[in-house]
């Protein structure tokens, strides 16, 4: 499966951004998915998951709430609403996909390229 992240860009505190996922390939919709983020100075971090049905959904515990993962089927997308973003929110987000993982680990086999997210006072 290929994975292409887009939605990425500079907002204000305290405002929202929508990043989306397209997956291609041979049976792209039975994928497990996520998304993950690193910071400069920081390991690599779980954000959120969602099975391939679309019944599970996992969140990293500084969330609270602030972000939703979803998955259209029939766009083979899934993407991440982020609302209330704060400063400690910038990082390249990645989007990741996994055949039988999913959780709010970094067991996902396959990666696409980040997209920038910078959050600004």
């Known amino acids: 499966v290929q994975l292409q992240a887009s939605g990425g860009g500079t907002v204000q505190t305290g405002g929202s951004l929508r990043l989306s996922c397209l997956a291609s390939?041979?049976?792209?919709?039975?994928?497990?998915m996520a998304w993950l983020r690193h910071s400069p100075g920081k390991e690599r971090e779980f954000v959120a998951a969602i099975s391939w049905s679309g019944y599970s959904t996992y969140y990293g515990d500084f969330i609270k709430g602030r972000f939703n993962i979803s998955r259209d089927f029939a766009k083979n997308t899934i993407y991440l609403q982020m609302n209330s973003l704060k400063l400690e929110d910038t990082a390249v987000y990645y989007c990741?996909?996994?055949?039988?993982?999913?959780?709010?680990?970094?067991?996902?086999?396959?990666w696409g390229q980040g997209t920038q997210v910078t959050v600004s006072s």
């Open positions: 390939g041979r049976d792209a919709s039975a994928y497990n």
């Open positions: 990741a996909a996994d055949r039988t993982y999913v959780g709010d680990g970094q067991l996902y086999q396959y």
